[in-house]
C-alpha cells in the first residue's frame, strides 16, 4: 500500500476518481492497494469456493475488493477488505449510500501482496474489529498461513492441512489452507 500525494479528499470525492476503485481513504488521503497476481488468484478463488457456499445457501452477500466500507468511527475512513461477506439478515438497501456499504461486513478477508507491509495489514485487521467485523482473514501467500482475528479478540494461525472455518460467521464452511495455495498456478508459487 502506498499513500498518493493529493489533496485531502472526502468519500464523495473518492468515488468520482478515475481510479478511485483502487484507493482507500484513511485521514483525508488516498492509500492505494495494489494486488499483487498472488492476491488476485486467492480473492478469485475465495469468491468461487466461499461464494459457491454462501450464494446456494442464501446465506448473504459477498463482495470483491471493489466495495468500500464506510462503517469505521472516523466518517471519511473508507476501507475495501479484498473479499467481504455480510449476513442476510443484517443486509437491506439502506446500508449503501454514495456507492459505500454504511454496515461493517461479517466477514472482512486481506490477502498480503508484495507491497504490504505487516503492521499495516495487521492494523487493518484491527480497524475491522474495532467496527464490529466479527471475522477476520489475513492471507499469507508468501508464507502460506492464515492469520485468523476474531470479534472476542482471540488469534489464530493456520496452516498446511489445517482447517480455515467460517466458525459462527460463515457456519459449516471449511477449507483446508494448502487448497488456498496449492492449486495456484506454478509460476505464482515460486
Request: aromatic share 10%; glycine share 6%.
Amino acid at each position: 500500500m502506498s499513500t498518493i500525494a493529493h489533496p485531502r479528499i472526502t468519500p464523495e470525492e473518492l468515488l468520482k476518481l478515475p481510479d478511485g476503485e483502487r484507493c482507500e481513504l484513511v485521514n483525508g488521503e488516498l492509500i492505494e492497494s495494489h494486488m499483487g497476481i498472488r492476491a488476485v488468484w486467492i480473492t478469485a478463488f475465495l469468491i468461487m469456493r466461499l461464494g459457491g457456499f454462501i450464494h446456494p445457501r442464501r446465506l448473504g452477500h459477498f463482495f470483491s475488493e471493489h466495495l468500500g466500507y464506510r462503517c469505521f468511527s472516523d466518517p471519511d475512513k473508507i476501507r475495501k477488505p479484498d473479499f467481504s461477506f455480510v449476513a442476510a439478515m443484517r443486509f437491506t438497501d439502506s446500508h449503501f449510500e454514495e456507492g459505500y456499504c454504511l454496515i461493517a461486513p461479517d466477514l472482512a478477508v486481506e490477502v498480503v501482496s508484495p507491497n504490504d507491509l505487516f503492521n499495516e495489514v495487521e492494523q487493518k485487521a484491527e480497524e475491522y474489529l474495532e467496527a464490529g467485523v466479527r471475522l477476520v482473514w489475513v492471507i499469507n501467500p508468501e508464507i502460506r498461513i492464515v492469520d485468523v482475528f476474531r470479534a472476542d479478540g482471540t488469534t489464530t494461525r493456520l496452516r498446511g492441512t489445517q482447517a480455515l472455518s467460517g466458525e459462527d460467521v460463515i457456519p459449516e464452511f471449511s477449507c483446508p489452507i494448502n487448497e488456498l495455495f496449492d492449486d495456484m498456478p506454478d509460476i505464482m508459487q515460486r
